[in-house]
């Protein structure tokens, strides 16, 4: 244990943001990293309670009362090489994951949890700091080729993690660039992409082959081609708005906003966004950075409570009122709002009708923009139903036993694709455990 009564003299210090009215003028991220000592002192908070339900709530299983005492001890590279065991990205997930470690925390129970994300990317960046975090190339090569297709979180973790196997992980990435939705659905305010180029840079160095603008045409070819292949192409299939004015000029997907933000400018607009999500609230600070008139982000559910109902007791993830950083930021929240119809002037948006789910009351709300951020349904998988031959579930996910193997021989699934849109981290984890399956596959061949 870190600090005997850390957990007592020691209050959470709050996330490191810059100021809203600063932060909205540029697209630089919203947070940085603690100082050590003040992150030394965060890490003396962990109580190293006996069961560390910190990392079974991680789905990764980070040691975390670990590396919270080697940072408390001083030894930062103890607390790398702890956190490396585990997770293939630290200074993605220090910066973008929900967090659902510090919601099992136990020191969540009666007081706020501890720090525990700020403290993982705290350590990344002290280990690449330091270069302790530099490439390792296996010492002998299988012979093995293994084809995986997505570069997003699941495709690198696994590309990552049978490339130290020894097998030639060749990675196939149908965008310009690698890095998936870390890339092209993070925006840069939470993710500054310098932090995805400098890992893609390690993976490459290692040996991990990436292919880009390699859009898979023949999947029994790829199939053929390689002893074996995962697929990690996510769960981009978007959920649809189905309402009267729908194909009108100024409704755009949430995921095509994003991507395509300088084609969808909103500047000087009234913006509304569908959607009161992860998702949303990307498109809520992306609007608010391009100079958007009013932002309002609706979404169907009520508000949730401020606190745990009865029924969401801890571990479990809690059900409460949040307020993202672009929340912070600007713009209005609105709940329980069933959008009914969106209202058109010459083939162009103007106004958003709805109805209030809880009274019955018609709303009607004028907006320029209005951007579906209303989740994903699954993956693009025709072409593999058709050409590979494989299964889906009841959800349209690629079907997967519990070794990542598809229906089809050789072929494995991890990630979105998988289990539908998930969390980053999830993505890593199924990405290292598929990794672990197909590495036994092909050994025992």
């Not at 003040?38 to 190293?48: H, I, S």
């Not at 296996?138 to 012979?143: D, N, V």
Request: hydrophobic residues 45%; charged residues 25%.
């Amino acid at each position: 244990m870190g600090k005997v009564d850390g957990f007592l003299t020691t209050a959470r210090a709050a996330p490191h943001r810059r100021p809203a009215e600063l932060r909205v003028l540029d697209w630089h991220e919203v947070e940085h990293e603690a100082a050590p000592a003040e992150a030394r002192e965060q890490a003396g908070r962990c109580m190293d309670c006996g069961v560390p339900f910190c990392t079974s709530g991680c789905p990764l299983g980070n040691p975390i009362p670990d590396f919270a005492d080697a940072v408390w001890r001083g030894d930062w590279r103890a607390a790398s090489e702890w956190l490396a065991t585990t997770n293939e990205f630290p200074e993605m997930t220090g910066r973008i994951c929900p967090a659902p470690c510090e919601a099992a925390c136990v020191l969540a129970i009666n007081d706020a949890a501890v720090a525990i994300e700020s403290l993982e990317r705290a350590i990344a960046e002290r280990a690449f700091a330091e270069g302790w975090i530099a490439p390792r190339p296996p010492r002998a090569r299988t012979g093995r080729r293994v084809a995986i297709v997505g570069s997003g979180p699941a495709g690198l973790a696994a590309a990552a993690a049978l490339n130290r196997a020894g097998h030639t992980a060749i990675v196939h990435e149908a965008a310009a660039e690698a890095g998936g939705l870390l890339r092209r659905g993070i925006p840069d305010f939470k993710l500054d992409k310098r932090v995805v180029d400098r890992r893609l840079a390690l993976l490459v160095a290692e040996g991990v082959e990436l292919r880009c603008n390699a859009r898979i045409d023949d999947w029994a070819a790829l199939r053929a081609a390689h002893d074996a292949v995962v697929i990690a192409i996510g769960a981009e299939r978007p959920r649809e708005l189905a309402v009267p004015g729908r194909e009108l000029r100024g409704v755009v997907l949430a995921m095509d906003y994003l991507v395509q933000r300088d084609a969808h400018d909103v500047r000087g607009k009234r913006v509304v966004i569908l959607g009161g999500g992860d998702t949303g609230s990307d498109c809520l600070g992306t609007a608010l950075r391009q100079g958007a008139a009013s932002v309002a982000q609706l979404e169907l559910l009520p508000a949730p409570p401020m606190v745990r109902a009865p029924d969401n007791a801890w571990p479990a993830w809690p059900m409460v009122f949040r307020t993202s950083s672009s929340q912070e930021e600007g713009g209005q929240r609105d709940f329980a709002l069933r959008t009914t119809r969106l209202v058109g002037e010459a083939g162009r948006l103007v106004a958003l009708d709805g109805v209030r789910v809880d009274t019955g009351e018609r709303v009607a709300i004028p907006c320029d923009a209005a951007i579906l951020a209303l989740g994903f349904v699954g993956p693009d998988a025709r072409p593999l139903v058709d050409q590979l031959g494989l299964a889906l579930d009841a959800r349209g996910n690629v079907l997967c036993d519990a070794a990542f193997a598809t229906t089809a021989p050789g072929v494995f699934c991890a990630g979105d694709a998988h289990r539908g849109a998930s969390l980053v981290v999830w993505a890593i984890a199924e990405g290292r455990d598929c990794a672990r399956h197909v590495d036994a596959y092909l050994r025992a061949r």
